[in-house]
Nanobody, 122 residues
Framework: QVHMVESGGGSVQAGDSLRLSCAAT????????FAWFRQAPGKEREFVAL????????FYADSVKGRFTISRDNPKNTLYLQMNSLKTDDTAVYYC???????????????WGQGTQVTVAS
């Protein structure tokens, strides 16, 4: 089974950029779908972005479209989330997840990382 470990979180100022990484231990199935979710304080976890492991177009939440980019490095078994023009509303714990359906529904993802904190100050 694939295990996921996130890194790259931290504290930044509004307008800054940050790149999150998610390293997969074990070889993901080529049919896998990888996604990022986030959970802000006092709020439910929400979808951020997803991409198929073997390639193809990505899908983003409207709140991050045009600012965030999801990508993967297959030889390194690593998923990334490049976050630009960060806003205070982006403050959250960010999780990577693996599933087999191309969906923003978090119930479809069965492997989750431990999360990494992103804090954006004004």
């Amino acid at each position: 089974q694939v295990h996921m470990v996130e890194s790259g979180g931290g504290s930044v100022q509004a307008g800054d950029s940050l790149r999150l990484s998610c390293a997969a231990t074990g070889r993901p199935r080529s049919s896998s779908v990888f996604a990022w979710f986030r959970q802000a304080p006092g709020k439910e976890r929400e979808f951020v972005a997803l991409v198929r492991w073997h390639g193809g177009s990505a899908f983003y939440a409207d709140s991050v479209k045009g600012r965030f980019t999801i990508s993967r490095d297959n030889p390194k078994n690593t998923l990334y989330l490049q976050m630009n023009s960060l806003k205070t509303d982006d403050t959250a714990v960010y999780y990577c997840a693996v599933g087999s359906e191309y969906t923003s529904n978090q119930a479809a993802y069965d492997v989750w990382g431990q999360g990494t904190q992103v804090t954006v100050a004004s």
